[in-house]
C-alpha cells in the first residue's frame, strides 16, 4: 500500500490518477475533504483507504507501507495562523519522518520555491545545512517548509537515521487540473480562463520595480504533469535522496502564460494592468527559475513541457470542457 498525504489537493490528485493509471489501486489518501468540493478530484479514482489527518498517527501503527508521499500542507502563502501552519507544515512532517525511518519505509515530500524568498540568494537547491540557513523565506509557508528542509539536513549531518529514500522537492508553479478547490492560490490561468472565454477583460498586475514591465513579472511555471512524472520516477528509482528543484528551468511572464491562453483559444489578447495592493508588494517573488542540474545528475530525462504546450493541453483538454477534472 502507498499513502498519499494530501492526495485530494491539487497535485496529490493527480499523483493518485498517475498511481491509478498505473496499476496500483492499494492507494490510502490522507486528507481533508472540506466543503469546496475537492472531493472532485477524486472521484475517478480508486482508493484503497481515506484517513483524515488527526487519525494519521494512529492509523499507521502496526502497518507497512511502500511509501510515503507526503503532499499535505497550508499552502496559501498568504496564511497568518502560525500554530496551524507549524503543526500541519513542521509537526506532522516530522512524525513522519520519525515513523518511515523506524519503518524503513521511503518517504517523498514536498518542499517549496517559496522557500527561496525573493531569490536574491538564488534558486539552488543545495540541501546542506548551511546553505538552508542562508536562505530567507518571505512568508509564513516558505520559513515552514524551510525549517522541515533543514531537520531533515540537520539528521543527515549528525548521522541520524532516515528513512532508506528520504527526498523534497521543491515545487515551483505548478499549475493543470485539479487546482480549481485553491480560490486566490489557483494558477492566475485558471483564475481567469472564464473572464479569457468570455472575452471579458483580464487583469494582471503592474511592475513596481524599476527595470521590469507591467505583466513581465516571470515565474517558473511548470505543468503537473511534469510534477507528477518527476514522483512517479523516484518512486521507480528507490537509490535516489536528497534535496531537488522540480521546475522547468525556464522563467517565463505572466503576460506569456496569458497570451497563451488567447492563442489556444484563438481570441484576441484583452489585458489591462492594474496595481499591486499595497499589502503584498513587500512579499512580491518577480522572479524564479529553478536550477535542475541537481534533479538531472541524479539522473533524471523526463523532459519538461514547453509553456505554451501546456497551455493549450490545460485549455482543451480540461478548462475549456464541462467536466476539468482528471
Not at 108 to 117: K, L, M
Not at 224 to 244: E, K, Q
Not at 297 to 303: F, H, L
Given at each position: 500500500?502507498?499513502?498519499?498525504?494530501?492526495?485530494?489537493?491539487?497535485?496529490?490528485?493527480?499523483?493518485?490518477?498517475?498511481?491509478?493509471?498505473?496499476?496500483?489501486?492499494?492507494?490510502?489518501?490522507?486528507?481533508?475533504?472540506?466543503?469546496d468540493?475537492?472531493?472532485?478530484?477524486?472521484?475517478?479514482?480508486?482508493?484503497?483507504?481515506?484517513?483524515?489527518?488527526?487519525?494519521?498517527?494512529?492509523?499507521?501503527?502496526?502497518?507497512?507501507?511502500?511509501?510515503?508521499?507526503?503532499?499535505?500542507?497550508?499552502?496559501?502563502?498568504?496564511a497568518?495562523?502560525g500554530?496551524?501552519?507549524?503543526?500541519a507544515?513542521?509537526?506532522?512532517?516530522?512524525?513522519?519522518?520519525?515513523?518511515?525511518?523506524?519503518?524503513?519505509?521511503?518517504?517523498?515530500?514536498?518542499?517549496?520555491?517559496?522557500?527561496?524568498?525573493?531569490g536574491?540568494?538564488?534558486?539552488?537547491?543545495?540541501?546542506?545545512?548551511?546553505?538552508?540557513?542562508?536562505?530567507?523565506?518571505?512568508?509564513?509557508?516558505?520559513?515552514?517548509?524551510?525549517l522541515?528542509?533543514?531537520?531533515?539536513a540537520?539528521?543527515?549531518?549528525r548521522?541520524?537515521?532516515?528513512?532508506?529514500?528520504?527526498?523534497?522537492?521543491?515545487?515551483?508553479?505548478?499549475?493543470?487540473?485539479?487546482?480549481?478547490?485553491?480560490?486566490?492560490?489557483?494558477?492566475?490561468?485558471?483564475?481567469?480562463?472564464?473572464?479569457?472565454?468570455?472575452?471579458?477583460v483580464?487583469?494582471?498586475?503592474?511592475?513596481?520595480?524599476?527595470?521590469?514591465?507591467?505583466?513581465?513579472?516571470?515565474?517558473?511555471?511548470?505543468?503537473?504533469?511534469?510534477?507528477?512524472?518527476?514522483?512517479?520516477?523516484?518512486?521507480?528509482?528507490?537509490?535516489?535522496?536528497?534535496?531537488?528543484?522540480?521546475?522547468?528551468?525556464?522563467?517565463?511572464?505572466?503576460?506569456?502564460?496569458?497570451?497563451?491562453?488567447?492563442?489556444?483559444?484563438?481570441?484576441p489578447?484583452?489585458?489591462?494592468?492594474?496595481?499591486?495592493?499595497?499589502?503584498?508588494?513587500?512579499?512580491?517573488?518577480?522572479?524564479?527559475?529553478?536550477?535542475?542540474?541537481?534533479?538531472?545528475?541524479?539522473?533524471?530525462?523526463?523532459?519538461?513541457?514547453?509553456?505554451?504546450?501546456?497551455?493549450e493541453?490545460?485549455?482543451?483538454?480540461?478548462?475549456?470542457?464541462?467536466?476539468?477534472?482528471?
Amino acid at each position: 500500500m502507498l499513502l498519499v498525504t494530501g492526495g485530494a489537493g491539487f497535485i496529490g490528485s493527480n499523483v493518485v490518477a498517475a498511481l491509478n493509471d498505473a496499476g496500483r489501486r492499494d492507494v490510502a489518501v490522507c486528507d481533508i475533504l472540506g466543503s469546496d468540493g475537492k472531493w472532485r478530484n477524486l472521484a475517478k479514482r480508486q482508493l484503497a483507504d481515506f484517513v483524515p489527518p488527526a487519525e494519521l498517527i494512529g492509523w499507521l501503527q502496526g502497518r507497512r507501507l511502500d511509501a510515503v508521499i507526503h503532499l499535505g500542507a497550508i499552502s496559501s502563502t498568504t496564511a497568518t495562523d502560525g500554530d496551524l501552519v507549524m503543526e500541519a507544515n513542521f509537526k506532522t512532517p516530522l512524525r513522519l519522518l520519525d515513523w518511515c525511518s523506524a519503518t524503513v519505509t521511503p518517504l517523498i515530500y514536498a518542499s517549496s520555491a517559496a522557500t527561496y524568498g525573493d531569490g536574491e540568494r538564488g534558486f539552488d537547491d543545495d540541501g546542506s545545512v548551511a546553505a538552508l540557513k542562508q536562505l530567507r523565506p518571505m512568508n509564513l509557508y516558505g520559513w515552514s517548509k524551510n525549517l522541515f528542509d533543514l531537520a531533515v539536513a540537520e539528521r543527515a549531518a549528525r548521522g541520524e537515521k532516515l528513512p532508506p529514500q528520504c527526498v523534497g522537492l521543491k515545487f515551483f508553479n505548478v499549475f493543470g487540473p485539479n487546482e480549481y478547490h485553491k480560490g486566490t492560490m489557483m494558477s492566475v490561468l485558471a483564475r481567469r480562463f472564464d473572464d479569457i472565454k468570455a472575452g471579458r477583460v483580464v487583469q494582471l498586475f503592474k511592475s513596481h520595480r524599476d527595470g521590469i514591465a507591467d505583466g513581465d513579472q516571470r515565474r517558473d511555471f511548470i505543468y503537473v504533469d511534469d510534477v507528477v512524472r518527476v514522483v512517479m520516477w523516484l518512486l521507480a528509482t528507490p537509490s535516489i535522496s536528497g534535496l531537488f528543484n522540480v521546475g522547468t528551468g525556464k522563467a517565463r511572464s505572466f503576460k506569456d502564460l496569458i497570451l497563451s491562453a488567447y492563442t489556444a483559444l484563438g481570441l484576441p489578447p484583452n489585458i489591462e494592468y492594474v496595481d499591486m495592493p499595497e499589502q503584498i508588494r513587500g512579499a512580491y517573488q518577480y522572479f524564479t527559475e529553478s536550477k535542475v542540474e541537481r534533479l538531472r545528475q541524479a539522473g533524471y530525462n523526463g523532459g519538461f513541457t514547453a509553456l505554451e504546450d501546456a497551455v493549450e493541453t490545460y485549455v482543451k483538454v480540461f478548462l475549456d470542457r464541462p467536466d476539468r477534472f482528471r
